[in-house]
């Protein structure tokens, strides 16, 4: 690709990359590469105070989670209302042995930024 606003590229574009993935030109060479980093993290919030059911304890601090509901359609059957919790560390997804899990997927959205 060559263009009048000084583009002199030879490689290839991803789709939604906003530059060029892989490429050369008569100055420099770039690659990006895939990797397994770490783009999940999952943790214990504990709701255990009896007078407000969405706070919950996370090290030494009580937080504020958002409860919601939405209704979901399956083909065949009655409507389903269902409830969805979630903390600043994400979205609560599971209860295992009473605590329940938040889960975030880093690429979407981090509780750090």
């Known amino acids: 690709m060559v263009s009048n606003e000084g583009?002199?590229?030879?490689g290839y574009v991803r789709f939604g990359h906003p530059l060029p993935f892989i490429g050369f030109n008569e100055n420099?060479?770039?690659?990006?590469?895939?990797n397994n980093s770490n783009h999940e993290d999952k943790w214990y919030s504990h709701f255990d105070e009896n007078d407000n059911?969405?706070?919950?304890r996370y090290t030494d601090t009580m937080h504020n989670s958002n409860e919601?509901?939405?209704?979901?359609k399956i083909k065949g059957h009655e409507d389903r209302?269902?409830?969805?919790?979630?903390?600043?560390l994400g979205v609560v997804i599971a209860?295992?042995?009473?605590?329940?899990?938040?889960s975030n997927f880093?690429?979407?959205?981090s509780p750090f930024h």
């Open 106 to 109: 880093v690429p979407y959205e």
């Open 68 to 72: 919601w509901s939405s209704q979901i």
């Open 95 to 102: 209860k295992r042995e009473g605590e329940m899990l938040s």
């Open 53 to 56: 059911s969405l706070r919950f």
């Open 28 to 34: 420099l060479d770039w690659v990006s590469r895939d």
């Open 81 to 88: 209302i269902l409830k969805y919790r979630k903390t600043h």
């Open 7 to 10: 583009w002199n590229l030879t």
